[in-house]
């Protein structure tokens, strides 16, 4: 797969690899401990970190084509999953809006 230009600044020249991966279990463990030291109470899974990468790729306007086989989903219907999430920011976002302008209305 092909890695933006920032990323492959930071590959390691002798190895080749952008970065070393725990075994799923040690990761868990550091996962757990970093999420509780740093007063997190949601749980957060390595999921999570999927779920990241999608909403931010949708945010920024990147297709959900593309993302679909970056993800590597065999059905586009999972990764709609993200966009409607995105609807749902969209649609909060200007809810905030009109609340700061009610409040403001002094200002209009």
């Not at 991966?21 to 109470?41: A, C, D, F, T």
């Not at 899974?45 to 920024?60: E, M, V």
């Not at 993800?71 to 700061?100: C, F, N, P, W």
Request: glycine share 4%; charged share 30%; aromatic share 8%.
């Amino acid at each position: 797969m092909k890695l933006p230009q920032c990323a492959l600044e930071l590959v390691d020249k002798s190895t080749g690899k952008l970065f070393d991966l725990p075994s799923y279990k040690n990761m868990q463990k550091h996962l757990r401990r970093w999420v509780e030291s740093s007063g997190i109470k949601k749980k957060i899974t390595y999921h999570c970190s999927r779920h990241t990468f999608a909403t931010l790729h949708i945010t920024i306007g990147n297709d959900i084509y593309t993302l679909s086989k970056l993800m590597g989903h065999s059905d586009i219907r999972v990764t709609q999953d993200y966009a409607k999430l995105i609807d749902k920011l969209k649609d909060d976002a200007m809810v905030r809006m009109d609340e700061l302008f009610r409040a403001r209305s002094d200002l209009l």
